[in-house]
């Protein structure tokens, strides 16, 4: 893994943007870059991911080839789900009833999985999600939907939040209101984010209707003012209802994944239709997506390694950004210590640059001052001796 020649951009979000690449050995693989340079938190988060996405060893989720440093950044490389988000697909070819709820099924598998992944010592991982959004998922031709970015995912073995108290971390549209009250993660959060998701695709609109996360906030902390909302958002919808237990309030009343899994695949038997023959349309009226700065580009890799068993024990705890020890782990201490000694970052480039012209300007003034003093040293002397002389 020496080299990688970039093709198209895949996606760009908050978080950061995907490219398709090719490797130097002939594989299709995503890069996933992040759109901060890589700081303390930024290389944990990816080796977290990558132990992650490692550990589900589901089909529906990406497997990673590695992680590697080029033109001063780490990214991520997985292997390439061929297709498009299903934001991008649902606004150019709206899917139906039994479509959406085909996929809600098979998306809801993968949760499942994701839940009874082993961990380390055997017992299951409990990954939760917290970004489940149509942005988050990708459909090929074949219809199979697949689950990305497990970056800000949340596991049993994380011993406290990630992110700080009342930050919000999950697209609005699909977060859970326990989510919006600073409750715990736990699964039953992203059985709510899928089937918010499912009701977003049957509506054509989000299910907080434009509100802003301080006022579904507000609703959320009344149990029947968020469930009076639910009803709003589910009323006149065809299919919807099936939905509803999963959108429930209280956590503790929405069925598991697997459970959800099965209620969905019983509607879209019934509804009848195909997954694949929608998807297959709604690419083809895809229009390209603009290219991004690593387009078109072979950029040189250095591989930073990573480990499925210590990789998700340790960084699966990030609530003290800037407190963890660098060194926990040699391999991830030296990723992370090479931050000290990375090439500098654009704003340090520019500063630097003003700096060194501020120096040499200094160094300028300071030599012409002097070469005028010595000028008018030696004319003072010359004239002094002319003077004498006569």
Aim: aromatic share 4%; charged share 20%.
């Amino acid at each position: 893994m020496e080299w990688v020649a970039i093709a198209e951009r895949l996606g760009a979000g908050a978080q950061g943007e995907v490219y398709a690449g090719t490797l130097e050995d002939g594989r299709r693989v995503a890069v996933k870059r992040l759109a901060r340079e890589p700081g303390r938190e930024e290389i944990q988060r990816l080796h977290f991911e990558a132990a992650l996405l490692a550990r589900t060893g589901h089909s529906g989720i990406l497997q990673p080839v590695g992680l590697a440093w080029t033109e001063g950044e780490v990214v991520l490389l997985t292997e390439l789900a061929e297709g498009a988000d299903l934001a991008r697909l649902a606004a150019a070819l709206r899917p139906p009833p039994a479509v959406v709820m085909a996929l809600g099924a098979a998306i809801a598998e993968i949760l499942d999985e994701a839940v009874r992944a082993p961990g380390p010592d055997g017992r299951p991982l409990g990954l939760v999600h917290r970004d489940l959004h149509a942005g988050n998922v990708v459909v090929g031709a074949d219809g199979r939907p697949r689950v990305l970015d497990l970056g800000v995912g949340h596991t049993s073995l994380s011993r406290g939040r990630r992110t700080a108290s009342g930050q919000q971390l999950g697209q609005l549209d699909t977060l859970a209101p326990e989510a919006l009250l600073d409750a715990d993660a736990a699964p039953p959060r992203d059985v709510f984010a899928l089937a918010a998701m499912l009701l977003q695709l049957l509506r054509g609109t989000p299910i907080y209707g434009g509100r802003t996360a301080r006022q579904v906030a507000t609703l959320a902390a009344s149990e029947a003012r968020f469930d009076e909302l639910i009803g709003e958002a589910m009323a006149g919808v065809p299919g919807a209802e099936v939905l509803r237990a999963s959108l429930a309030h209280d956590p503790r009343a929405r069925p598991t994944a697997a459970e959800l899994a099965e209620v969905l695949a019983r509607a879209s038997l019934a509804g009848g239709g195909s997954a694949q023959g929608w998807a297959r349309q709604a690419l083809d009226l895809l229009p390209p997506l603009a290219p991004g700065p690593w387009s078109n580009r072979r950029l040189t890799l250095e591989p930073a390694g990573f480990d499925r068993d210590t990789d998700v024990v340790d960084a699966g705890d990030l609530g003290a950004v800037g407190e963890a020890d660098p060194t926990v782990r040699d391999r991830r201490g030296q990723d992370t210590a090479r931050i000290a000694r990375r090439l500098p970052t654009r704003g340090e480039q520019q500063a630097t640059l003003e700096g060194g012209w501020q120096t040499w300007a200094m160094v300028g003034a300071f030599a012409v001052a002097a070469v005028g003093a010595l000028g008018c040293g030696v004319l003072t002397g010359l004239a002094m001796l002319s003077a004498g002389l006569g």
